[in-house]
């Protein structure tokens, strides 16, 4: 004969312990929602980089120290998801895409308006915080500087006093210089406003400018062979993370044609180019990490103005300079942010 277990109420002695088992039972099943409920959630940050990890690497650790001045750390109180372009335009809306997938509070595209303008095209509810050397009303990116009206802001800086300092710089180093061509990435969906931007600059300080389209290898090595032909006084480089990716071809080719070449930032100039003039990285990503920050504590992006960065690094490497047979002036070389012997 099979033995009949014994109903649960008579695992107890009376209804006094039935109900305190009951209350343990009812204790045990609220007890998983209840610690889940007292785990506060972090809040993500997405942040989409043009070039790859390694290029962006220094962007990025000043962005999280912007983070850190708002009150925020990455993998404490904030969580950060990273999407690298690696200087594949056409991947942005996906980028974008991907990231609003994972439901982040902000979007930040420091070092690219490319991701800030596909961030807006497809979203009027995130904030987007951006950081780039573009005129943000010209794009569309805001209504206003002072007021941006939308779900976008960030840190720009004066395009034409920027592009027009760099070709005074190339004018000042080399007197005779009449003409200058601009490397340009095609590929970027801000080429027309950049090179409408260098176009009028041209105009205001009276050089000729030749932009030179490039967004492969080859097109670089091409561009140089027609700047070689066409020998104008000196070549801009502008700032984009495929160049940036590339900066040993474009330092050697500049070298090996001899031509006198302006970058947009210390790396190329320490890795053997002439000069670099440019935004500070570090201001511009720092700030855009303050902003996230900031949005993040409920601060809206509409009443954030974008903050006009008027920090600029000017470095030049003599070594370079003499191989080229440029004599740098005394006052050039007083004004560098640093001289690279």
Do not use: C
């Amino acid at each position: 004969m099979t033995e009949r277990p014994l109903p649960l109420t008579m695992l107890f002695s009376r209804p006094t312990r039935r109900r305190d088992f009951i209350t343990l039972l009812g204790g045990v099943a609220a007890w998983p929602l209840t610690a889940r409920a007292e785990q506060p959630t972090k809040p993500m940050i997405g942040l989409i980089s043009a070039g790859s990890r390694e290029s962006a690497a220094y962007g990025m650790t000043v962005f999280r120290q912007g983070l850190n001045e708002a009150g925020y750390a990455e993998g404490q109180s904030v969580a950060i998801e990273y999407r690298w372009a690696e200087a594949r335009y056409e991947l942005m809306p996906e980028l974008v895409a991907d990231l609003l997938h994972h439901r982040v509070a902000v979007i930040a595209t420091p070092g690219s308006a490319d991701a800030a303008l596909a961030a807006k095209a497809a979203t009027a509810a995130v904030s987007i915080v951006f950081a780039d050397e573009v005129d943000p009303v010209k794009l569309g990116l805001v209504k206003s500087v002072v007021q941006p009206g939308g779900n976008v802001t960030g840190v720009t800086v004066p395009e034409i006093e920027l592009q027009g300092n760099r070709m005074r710089l190339l004018r000042e180093l080399v007197p005779t210089v009449n003409s200058i061509a601009v490397l340009l990435n095609p590929a970027r969906p801000v080429f027309d406003a950049l090179s409408k931007a260098i176009q009028e600059t041209a105009r205001a300080v009276t050089l000729e400018i030749r932009i030179l389209p490039a967004s492969s290898e080859p097109e670089i090595d091409s561009a140089f062979t027609v700047a070689a032909q066409r020998r104008p006084g000196a070549l801009i480089v502008a700032p984009d993370a495929f160049f940036d990716m590339r900066h040993e071809q474009l330092i050697t080719l500049a070298k090996s044609h001899a031509i006198p070449t302006l970058y947009h930032n210390r790396e190329f100039v320490a890795a053997g180019g002439l000069m670099s003039y440019g935004t500070s990285i570090a201001y511009g990503y720092r700030q855009t990490g303050i902003y996230a920050g900031r949005i993040l504590k409920g601060e809206k992006p509409a009443d954030l103005p974008v903050i006009d960065s008027a920090r600029f690094d000017f470095v030049i490497n003599l070594k370079t300079a003499r191989t080229l047979g440029l004599k740098v002036p005394p006052p050039l070389l007083a004004r560098a942010d640093e001289v690279i012997e």
